[in-house]
């Protein structure tokens, strides 16, 4: 096995006990990026052959190899002169191009920002250096986060499923659960808005976790939805993610809504017995039900046979390891999670999007303009792709002082509804008294690329289980339960109430430790597998 398919709390190890440089980890890293993701994505670019279909996963928009090698040899200066290197020593990770780095081009997966250099990092980015983490790159995501297939980004070719090179990776970190999945670093830093991390990680095989709004800083995350976004860590293992979240969380002085909320030692809870606890599972995370615009009608249908299957059998485990299973418990504003998620991140993206104006700092029109007006439209018809672009008439629409009532302020109303719902079944002392809830991640595994991609709405749907967390600004954390007839990975999720990642982490890894031996958690991704033969 090659040091890039190693657990990071592996290559951590071997690295602070000096059985391997942090250099020599990050070469294997690179070597492996060079064997498997092909060309990194470029604005104008074209997509990729179907040769390339095939072979490569192109996860990076930019790999930057220099500022690792920087990196890893402090790493090792550190080890050498005898400090303390920190957890993640020389731990390889990725983070989506949404984060700023400072001194690299940070692009948001647009062209409006595909030459900014960022004059400052994200504390997230910041946290994973000072524990010690590496950075291999940036990968590629859906223009400014807007979509569940990274196929609306501006950087092509868009990224393909390790799993199988003619799917979609999932999205909006897409680049960084396929990177995850086929050992282009352990661990990779993503953002989930209405379910951009757990998405990915369940279309990927890899654990995605979302943390409670404000656990983690906002600060150096290029915005979409400024009360719904979260940062947070992909893994190809729980306790991968749980080193991941300790290294990130905590209250930022740079980021006003980042809580004042004690870290707790999530590995210390991760290994706590899931004996005695109780976890839910709800019928309305079984099925999809959207607004069918020829019949005027809402339409429900139940979500694919071997997902359910999936999601229960892992309920089964949790029984066996001594949880108690509580079905049928009621969400009765699940279904409000899209429509409710529609109006109110447009009307946040729409806002955000406002200061890309060709004048401060991005992309600006090359053509010759008569006033600062002509430079605005120019820069920004040109800048933007389809998605931003829909999503802020969109939101411009639904902020207009006359819809006001009948759109925003009910959507809000609904986020409060689902709020609490959520407060209820986690109440304490309710009737339901439950530590989490188990889902499915996803409607769907895996689709093809191309199938869905150009129908905004039906794309939309596939948050139709994530979004409601988002929502609530609770915590959720998706990991693989299995694999359907295809080939493709199936995730679960354990969703809690606020802060509770130390229990949906304790869940994860109790069901992946029990699950060990299972045939499916042998398999590989193709491209790695082939690598190893
Ligand atoms: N798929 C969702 C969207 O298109 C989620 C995006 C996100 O979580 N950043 O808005």
Redesign the pocket.
């Given at each position: 096995m090659k040091t890039c398919d190693l657990p990071a709390y592996t290559i951590a190890d071997l690295i602070r006990t000096k059985q391997l440089s942090a250099l020599e980890v990050l070469e294997e890293t690179l070597e492996r990026v060079n064997q498997v993701d092909g060309r990194p994505g470029e604005v104008d670019a074209p997509e990729a052959s179907s040769e390339e279909d095939l072979s490569t996963i192109h996860a990076f928009t930019l790999v930057t190899e220099d500022y690792a090698r920087r990196q890893a040899q402090k790493i090792d200066q550190l080890i050498q002169d005898g400090n303390d290197p920190g957890p993640l020593a020389g731990v390889p990770y990725t983070a989506k191009d949404i984060f700023t780095v400072k001194g690299i081009r940070s692009t948001a997966g647009s062209k409006i920002l595909s030459n900014y250099v960022s004059p400052y990092s994200a504390t997230v980015v910041e946290r994973m250096e000072d524990a010690g983490a590496v950075m291999l790159g940036k990968v590629n995501l859906?223009e400014f986060?807007?979509?569940?297939s990274s196929e609306s980004s501006a950087f092509k070719p868009v990224p393909r499923n390790p799993w199988d090179t003619s799917r979609v990776v999932g999205?909006?970190s897409g680049g960084s659960a396929a990177a995850v999945a086929a050992g282009e670093g352990a661990i990779s830093l993503g953002?989930?808005?209405?379910?951009?991390i757990r998405?990915p990680a369940s279309f990927c095989g890899t654990v995605g976790l979302k943390p409670t709004y404000g656990r983690v800083s906002r600060y150096g995350l290029i915005a979409?939805g400024s009360s719904l976004?979260c940062p947070g860590p992909l893994a190809r293992n729980v306790t991968d993610a749980a080193l991941a979240l300790q290294a990130i969380a905590g209250q930022d002085p740079r980021d006003a809504t980042s809580a004042a909320v004690p870290v707790p030692d999530y590995l210390a809870e991760m290994e706590k017995e899931v004996r005695g606890m109780r976890i839910g599972l709800s019928e309305e995370f079984f099925r999809v039900t959207y607004f069918d615009a020829e019949s005027m009608e809402l339409v429900e249908n139940p979500i694919d046979d071997q997902i359910r299957e999936a999601v229960f059998s892992a309920a089964g485990f949790l029984a066996q390891l001594g949880a108690d299973i509580v079905t049928d418990v009621p969400l009765p504003h699940t279904k409000y999670g899209v429509p409710t998620?529609f109006v109110i991140?447009r009307v946040e993206a729409s806002s955000n999007l406002l200061r890309y104006d060709g004048v401060k700092y991005g992309y600006r029109t090359a053509e010759s303009i008569k006033d600062l007006l002509e430079l605005y439209r120019k820069t920004r018809g040109e800048g933007f792709g389809v998605e931003p672009k829909l999503r802020m008439l969109m939101g411009i629409y639904l902020s207009a002082a006359q819809f006001d009532k009948g759109y925003y302020q009910r959507a809000l109303k609904a986020r409060a509804l689902m709020r609490g719902d959520f407060e209820t079944i986690f109440d304490p002392k309710g009737k339901f008294r439950l530590d989490a809830l188990l889902t499915p991640t996803a409607p769907s595994t895996a689709f093809p690329i191309g199938s869905v991609y150009g129908d905004s709405v039906l794309?939309?749907y596939?948050?139709q289980l994530t979004a409601t967390t988002?929502h609530a600004g609770i915590p959720g954390l998706s990991f693989p339960v299995g694999f359907d007839r295809d080939g493709l990975p199936i995730g679960a999720q354990v969703l809690g109430p606020d802060y509770s990642e130390g229990s949906l982490l304790r869940i994860a890894r109790a069901y992946e430790k029990v699950t060990e031996q299972e045939a499916w958690r042998s398999l590989k991704p193709p491209l790695v597998a082939a690598l190893d033969s």
């Amino acid at each position: 096995m090659k040091t890039c398919d190693l657990p990071a709390y592996t290559i951590a190890d071997l690295i602070r006990t000096k059985q391997l440089s942090a250099l020599e980890v990050l070469e294997e890293t690179l070597e492996r990026v060079n064997q498997v993701d092909g060309r990194p994505g470029e604005v104008d670019a074209p997509e990729a052959s179907s040769e390339e279909d095939l072979s490569t996963i192109h996860a990076f928009t930019l790999v930057t190899e220099d500022y690792a090698r920087r990196q890893a040899q402090k790493i090792d200066q550190l080890i050498q002169d005898g400090n303390d290197p920190g957890p993640l020593a020389g731990v390889p990770y990725t983070a989506k191009d949404i984060f700023t780095v400072k001194g690299i081009r940070s692009t948001a997966g647009s062209k409006i920002l595909s030459n900014y250099v960022s004059p400052y990092s994200a504390t997230v980015v910041e946290r994973m250096e000072d524990a010690g983490a590496v950075m291999l790159g940036k990968v590629n995501l859906d223009e400014f986060t807007y979509g569940s297939s990274s196929e609306s980004s501006a950087f092509k070719p868009v990224p393909r499923n390790p799993w199988d090179t003619s799917r979609v990776v999932g999205g909006s970190s897409g680049g960084s659960a396929a990177a995850v999945a086929a050992g282009e670093g352990a661990i990779s830093l993503g953002t989930d808005t209405g379910g951009s991390i757990r998405h990915p990680a369940s279309f990927c095989g890899t654990v995605g976790l979302k943390p409670t709004y404000g656990r983690v800083s906002r600060y150096g995350l290029i915005a979409f939805g400024s009360s719904l976004d979260c940062p947070g860590p992909l893994a190809r293992n729980v306790t991968d993610a749980a080193l991941a979240l300790q290294a990130i969380a905590g209250q930022d002085p740079r980021d006003a809504t980042s809580a004042a909320v004690p870290v707790p030692d999530y590995l210390a809870e991760m290994e706590k017995e899931v004996r005695g606890m109780r976890i839910g599972l709800s019928e309305e995370f079984f099925r999809v039900t959207y607004f069918d615009a020829e019949s005027m009608e809402l339409v429900e249908n139940p979500i694919d046979d071997q997902i359910r299957e999936a999601v229960f059998s892992a309920a089964g485990f949790l029984a066996q390891l001594g949880a108690d299973i509580v079905t049928d418990v009621p969400l009765p504003h699940t279904k409000y999670g899209v429509p409710t998620y529609f109006v109110i991140s447009r009307v946040e993206a729409s806002s955000n999007l406002l200061r890309y104006d060709g004048v401060k700092y991005g992309y600006r029109t090359a053509e010759s303009i008569k006033d600062l007006l002509e430079l605005y439209r120019k820069t920004r018809g040109e800048g933007f792709g389809v998605e931003p672009k829909l999503r802020m008439l969109m939101g411009i629409y639904l902020s207009a002082a006359q819809f006001d009532k009948g759109y925003y302020q009910r959507a809000l109303k609904a986020r409060a509804l689902m709020r609490g719902d959520f407060e209820t079944i986690f109440d304490p002392k309710g009737k339901f008294r439950l530590d989490a809830l188990l889902t499915p991640t996803a409607p769907s595994t895996a689709f093809p690329i191309g199938s869905v991609y150009g129908d905004s709405v039906l794309m939309q749907y596939s948050d139709q289980l994530t979004a409601t967390t988002n929502h609530a600004g609770i915590p959720g954390l998706s990991f693989p339960v299995g694999f359907d007839r295809d080939g493709l990975p199936i995730g679960a999720q354990v969703l809690g109430p606020d802060y509770s990642e130390g229990s949906l982490l304790r869940i994860a890894r109790a069901y992946e430790k029990v699950t060990e031996q299972e045939a499916w958690r042998s398999l590989k991704p193709p491209l790695v597998a082939a690598l190893d033969s």
